[in-house]
């Protein structure tokens, strides 16, 4: 089987999309919505979701599984909500916005190593390097050059999104809440986008496969100790872009009605589903970029210096590994959510260009000095 999806690429490419997707992206999203709920119940000392249960007929069993079952009867309600749709809105649009809003981070994904190349012929022997494999499976769907420049470009597309549910509902509260969102995420893209910049100068490529590997298993060579403004300034910048809170002012209800108010069943359901995706997306991206991506700490090709394990075994564990830090990074955006109020308008506006912007820029010069002492040295 691996033999047949070395010698067929695309065949290999559509079974990690639909394993990187429906695998892991979709279930951790599903689960994510729950553990917003639950997560928050906990810092304000109350119960949370704990109500929705199945129950097997017959037998007389009951789950409640902690209130894990509540994100499934939320599919279910969204999936069979009437679809009510405003008689002067723009339908073309109108049905195109959810769209734009989704595919974007969906198609992003691609670009994210979620593990070692597999060594095809040797999975049960123990390698010590990839050199002899004469064919292996990268654990990325697609391998770009110019990797994170094709995630820029494609996540600056979800503006459309939102700009147009505001534009085409025929609603003046819709429409502000769409400009509103639009500002707010051109304004963070440019600091992320200049966040990054150090980090571009230090592996000196955009490949993120590349990013991994150039920080090796070793923590203190991971971009989080070389570029740690860097990695304070995209993780924010990226927050406030996801508008998430507390920079979720485009649907900050006691000020201003969000851009998807006009939206029900599942069309809302994809606005709403589309900015958990962003969180681990999000949570992707840091990680390969900062923290080593599918790297674990003193684990080589051939295993552990006091336990050597074979090749499949070492796979799997830097893959497993890999989604142990998407977890962690998602963990982290929803305690930021529940710990910090939200932010006004103008502190929002005044935080993106007059103090991550030039701190930004700041962090391009000190690391491009610092490359080019290196370099000379």
């Not at 037998?59 to 008689?87: N, Q, Y």
């Not at 809105?89 to 593990?115: E, H, K, N, S, W």
Request: proline share 5%; charged share 15%.
């Amino acid at each position: 089987m691996l033999e047949f999806l070395a010698d067929h690429s695309a065949i290999a490419a559509l079974l990690k999309v639909f394993f990187l997707l429906m695998a892991f992206v979709m279930p951790l999203a599903s689960l994510s919505t729950w553990a917003e709920r639950r997560q928050s119940a906990m810092m304000q000392d109350r119960l949370g979701p704990n109500r929705a249960e199945i129950t097997i007929p017959g037998l007389g069993w009951t789950l409640r599984l902690w209130g894990i079952t509540h994100f499934v009867a939320d599919a279910l309600k969204m999936a069979f909500k009437e679809d009510l749709v405003p008689s002067k809105v723009d339908r073309v649009l109108y049905g195109i916005a959810p769209i734009m809003a989704i595919a974007p981070v969906l198609i992003t994904f691609a670009i994210v190593p979620f593990g070692s190349d597999l060594c095809v012929g040797k999975m049960t022997e123990i390698i010590t390097s990839l050199e002899g494999c004469r064919r292996t499976i990268p654990l990325q769907v697609v391998r770009l050059d110019i990797g994170m420049l094709f995630y820029f470009a494609l996540a600056s597309l979800a503006v459309y999104g939102t700009t147009l549910a505001g534009w085409s509902s025929y609603n003046k509260w819709s429409l502000l809440g769409g400009l509103r969102a639009s500002s707010q995420m051109m304004s963070y893209e440019v600091t992320m986008g200049l966040s990054l910049m150090g980090a571009f100068l230090y592996y000196g490529t955009l490949e993120p496969n590349a990013m991994v590997l150039a920080q090796g298993d070793n923590p203190l060579n991971w971009g989080l100790f070389y570029q740690p403004l860097g990695f304070i300034l995209f993780l924010t910048a990226a927050i406030a872009e996801t508008k998430r809170a507390p920079f979720d002012l485009p649907e900050g209800e006691p000020e201003l009605i969000g851009y998807f108010v006009e939206y029900s069943g599942m069309r809302f359901g994809i606005f709403f589903l589309a900015e958990f995706i962003e969180t681990i997306f999000l949570a992707a991206i840091v990680t390969t970029v900062f923290l080593g991506g599918w790297h674990v700490p003193g684990l080589h090709e051939d295993g552990f210096s006091f336990l050597k394990l074979p090749h499949i075994a070492v796979v799997l564990l830097r893959s497993a590994v890999w989604g142990g830090k998407i977890l962690f990074l998602c963990w982290l955006q929803l305690l930021i959510r529940w710990t910090l109020p939200r932010f006004r308008p103008d502190q929002l506006m005044r935080m993106g260009w007059k103090q991550l912007l030039p701190l930004s820029l700041l962090n391009i010069v000190l690391t491009a000095a610092w490359v080019l002492w290196r370099s000379a040295h």
